[in-house]
């Protein structure tokens, strides 16, 4: 095994170089027997406890090596393998104040990128530019930059400058990476699908493009690309608790049928006629007539005409003056047929007027919340724009989206609570 044979001969000199582990772990996993037999090191540990934290995190253990490093790093390379683990596991704030003690050129590079993902745009731009000072052309710095503009909302100038890298090194990862990010995001998913392919034919593939192109295969409706990608994770790293969720939400959709076609018709229109006359705070009397009449929803409501519900018995004209300003407030009327409402632009008029005004962090973009391709995914499916619209809804409404599962439902609750915020109860 000579990639891992080549990293413990450098983990076992005095002082290890972080560069020469970084390119030699590329060297570890040629093959998934390899990839297991570089596992099994682990348990076979003999050296120090800094020097497995470090191993740990080359085989992409990251939860195990967090755990062991931020008691034992003390050395210059234990530090610095503390901050790439933090970015790993999205600690960009950890990894920001452990490697702006490091020194070497690597953990310049690694700082910067801390700045970015902490959303310190100020000091990362400084940071970025001390590294162009030093060598602009150098494809990483230049994907740096693009990553840069890509978060701080600059999506423009963030394609331009991927796509000149691009251009000029077609085959660097960092620039593939952002580059697929960015495509995704301009809804250019055959270019990030062709971007994150051409990435993971590196060994071993990139975990973060591998789980970002299976959920671009679930949207297409492809599970088992997408199920190929996790597995592949898995295959090199057999603990990776997303992947195992990923895949587990993917062979779950094999079994099920969904119809595109339908969701697309059931619009925002239809919600509001499925919406149950119970939610509504309606007389006593007003609610016995219309349950008595089998009257469920708005939808089987608005089907009714004033003469029908007033020779109801005990439905009076105070009861009809209730029922008509409730569908009044939703943009609706007695005696309108369902296909009718389904192209009535005043529901969505009501909608905007009684959406609640939301302000300060509660205004701001979704992208604030820094989400994964699949969580973020999900929420354009929603069609929810800030995070105000987000927090109104509740955790069994997020589960009903296609491919949101339990891991997207605790991330998104991890990224409100870190904001004071939580989702509707």
């Given amino acids: 095994m000579p990639g891992v044979d080549d990293v413990l ?15 030699t772990r590329y060297k570890m996993f040629p093959t998934q027997t390899d990839a297991r037999r570089a596992h099994d090191k682990v348990a076979e540990w003999t050296g120090s406890r800094e020097k497995q934290g470090i191993y740990l995190y080359l085989v992409g253990q990251h939860q195990r090596a967090l755990r062991v490093l931020e008691q034992e790093a003390s050395s210059e390379a234990g530090k610095f393998f503390l901050g790439l683990t933090a970015l790993e596991l999205n600690l960009p704030q950890k990894a920001r104040d452990v490697l702006k003690e490091c020194t070497s050129p690597q953990a310049k590079l690694y700082y910067a990128t801390a700045l970015v993902r902490s959303r310190d745009f100020e000091q990362a731009d400084k940071a970025i530019i001390s590294l162009e000072k030093s060598n602009s052309n150098d494809p990483d710095v230049q994907a740096l930059r693009a990553e840069y503009y890509f978060r701080a909302g600059q999506l423009e100038q963030a394609a331009a400058l991927a796509d000149q890298t691009l251009a000029q090194h077609p085959g660097n990862l960092a620039a ?3 580059g697929g990010l960015i495509a995704d995001r301009c809804g250019d998913d055959d270019t990030a699908i062709k971007r994150y392919e051409r990435l993971v034919q590196h060994r071993p593939s990139p975990v973060d493009a591998l789980l970002n192109l299976g959920v671009l295969y679930e949207d297409r409706n492809e599970e088992r690309q997408a199920m190929r990608c996790y597995r592949e994770v898995l295959a090199l790293y057999p603990d990776h608790a997303r992947a ?14 969904y119809d595109e076609d339908k969701e697309k018709r059931e619009d925002k229109r239809m919600q509001v006629l499925r919406t149950p006359v119970s939610d509504f705070e309606l007389s006593v009397r007003s609610r016995n007539c219309l349950s008595k009449m089998d009257i469920i929803t708005l939808g089987d409501l608005i089907e009714k005409s ?3 519900l007033l020779s109801y018995k005990n439905f009076g004209e105070t009861s009809l003056q209730e029922i008509k300003a409730i569908l009044a407030s939703r943009g609706l009327r007695l005696g309108m047929r369902k296909d009718e409402a389904l192209k009535a632009t005043s529901i969505d008029q009501a909608l905007e007027a009684a959406a609640p005004k939301h302000e ?8 604030a919340l820094d989400l994964s391709v699949r969580a973020r995914k999900c929420m354009e499916r929603m069609n929810l724009a800030n995070i105000g619209q987000l927090v109104e809804h509740t955790e069994q409404q997020l589960m009903t989206v296609p491919n949101f599962g339990a891991t997207s439902l605790i991330e998104v609750k991890r990224k409100l609570a870190q904001l004071g915020l939580s989702l509707k109860t």
């Fill in 9 to 23: 001969g450098i983990l076992d000199s005095a002082r290890p170089d972080v560069g020469a582990l970084l390119s």
């Fill in 176 to 178: 593939l990476f952002i």
């Fill in 244 to 257: 195992k969720m990923y895949l587990k939400d993917a062979e779950a959709s094999l079994t099920m049928y």
């Fill in 306 to 308: 004033e003469t029908e």
């Fill in 360 to 367: 300060g962090i509660l205004a701001e973009s979704l992208d």
